[in-house]
């Protein structure tokens, strides 16, 4: 008997079982990851987006050990926690507060909680489609969930209502319909539902409308944080928050997150307002972290970056047209989704149409017989980081090549 329940602690990280043999990682480095039996494989999922550095960045790994030597867990304030925090508002535009907690659902939470005490409002709506944590109000939507696809009466759940995202219509009925609404949960890009992206002018007109009723801006960058550029992505892509959660990359892969405002959307959390406390938030060997990353980041190359991921995409995109399934990505060079139709969905509607479980599974499972391990599902992402080269793109390539081959084979077989 099993006493890890279905062997796993998050449901996300469980791969299914290739030719009866299932997948456990023993060890990760750079772009690589090593199963049991020590068989490698580009990693695409870089722990769901944990880490853009790659695995184990050496820069990372030294102020780690060198904060564990000195002590992991004081309890009181260190001369770490201000440092990067400071380093985080750093590449923050209009940022200038930062607190750190430990998960990015608990990121969401306290963002949550400081714009309801800040307008003395209630109700937080979030973007049909998106995954905002884990937390029971904020599982509310989950891409392929029957609420995400609401029609009639928006839900309202615990205080947490949805808005269809794209569709500028849905956003004025929201604060026609409710004079509650304490702020808008949205991320640079509809991450979980198949990267989809916002509009021209979209994130823009959602800032102002929430501003001219009184209700905050939250981006949520818990994937998206630093994959554009050093610091939130938010401001790539039009949309101008009052709060910011980040978390995963900043810390390549420690547990730790943060929220980041404004000095008015923070007075509230200054004031005591929005009681804040946890005991692992901001502790020495993640802040030495964040501020690794941080510091090993302002060094790279985001253009040559970005490039890369969207030649690659390119490249995958190419490899099923030419045996005849057409094919499209959408998102960044950095984290992007590909879709088994001409073109990529704007609409969440539109995604819930084009996903093609069956297809999606089946080509997981023949890119890890050619040594590439992705996330399952149709709603994926791929995640393309600084350790991935040539000879790692050239691999992946190469896989995709043999497993458009096999899986239109089977299509045309079945």
Sequence with gaps: ??????????????????????????????????????????????????????????????????????????????????????????????????????????AVHFACRIARKSTGRSVVAKVAGGFDGWYDDFALGWSGSPEASFAGSRPLVRDMTLVRYNDRADLRRLFAERQEIAAVLIEPMLANAGSILADEGYNRDLVKLCHENGAFVISDEVLMGVRLRVGPSCYEVGLEPDLITMGKAIGSGLPVAAVLGTIEAFAAVEDGRAARAGTYHGNPLVTAAVLATLET??????????????????????????????????????????????????????????????????????????????????????????????????????????????????????
Aim: proline content about 5%.
């Design 1 to 106: 008997m099993n006493a890890l329940p279905g062997g796993i602690s998050s449901l996300i990280r469980r791969l299914p079982d290739l030719n009866g043999r299932p997948f456990k990682v023993s060890r990760s480095q750079g772009a690589w990851i090593y199963d049991s039996d020590d068989n490698s494989y580009v990693d695409h999922a870089m722990a769901m987006g944990a880490t853009i550095l790659g695995h184990a960045h050496p820069a990372v790994v030294a102020a780690c050990t060198h904060a564990l030597e000195l002590g992991s867990m004081p309890g009181f304030s260190h001369v770490l926690e201000s440092s990067a925090a400071e380093a985080l508002i750093y590449d923050a535009g209009a940022m200038a507060r930062a607190t750190f907690v430990t998960t990015g659902s608990e």
């Design 297 to 414: 980041l302002r060094q790279s190359d985001y253009a040559a970056l970005l490039a890369r991921g969207n030649r690659l995409r390119l490249m995958i995109e190419e490899a099923f047209r030419d045996v005849g399934i057409p094919a499209s990505t959408s998102g960044f060079g950095s984290v992007f989704s590909l879709w088994f139709h001409e073109r990529p969905p704007r609409l969440y509607e539109e995604a819930v149409k084009w996903i093609k479980p069956e297809w999606s599974l089946r080509l997981h499972l023949l890119l890890r017989e050619q040594g590439v391990v992705t996330i399952p599902g149709p709603w994926a992402r791929l995640f393309v980081s600084f350790a991935h080269g040539e000879a790692e793109l050239a691999k992946t390539v190469a896989a995709y090549g043999a497993a458009a081959c096999a899986l239109a084979h089977e299509i045309r077989s079945s």
